[in-house]
């Protein structure tokens, strides 16, 4: 019997995009689960180009919606954060790479999750470390590895 006990989380999903058949809440919570190492409350924002768009040059000082952006608060009572993910830059993003819509959303919420848990790819060791985690965890969700070249 495995004793190690399973980390919570807390997932709040504000669909602010009109982009249709975007991933219920039960699939959105299935990948952040995949990538859990401790315990996490999250809100996760799908917005369209104009909303990332501002975001991005709000609080990165870059005018350009990003496929991704995730902010981390390590509170008293525990870790929080919120992932914003803009959805047409995703759906482009996909179509470019030549991947799937499912597979590179899974790994958008993979890659935010991890950075919610200290993750980062700032310099080539961590970047190494992260995106073998994340190939291991997109691989155990059946969806290719996100970093080959296709």
Known sequence: ??????????????????????PGRPQLRRWFQRALQR????????VDEAEGRELNRQFRGK?????????????????SGDVVICIPVLQREAAEQGKSLTAHFAHLVIHAALHLQGYDH?????????????????????????????
């Open 39 to 46: 315990d996490l409350r999250v809100t996760l924002r799908l």
């Open 63 to 79: 005018d350009y919606a990003t496929n991704v952006l995730t902010f981390v608060y390590d509170e008293p009572e525990g870790l």
């Open 1 to 22: 019997m495995n004793s190690k006990k399973m980390p919570r989380l807390s997932l709040f999903v504000q669909y602010a995009s009109t982009a249709p058949a975007l």
């Open 122 to 150: 700032e310099d080539e060791a961590d970047a190494l470390e992260m995106e073998s985690l994340e190939r291991r965890l997109m691989l155990e969700l059946r969806h290719p590895d996100p970093y080959q070249e296709l």
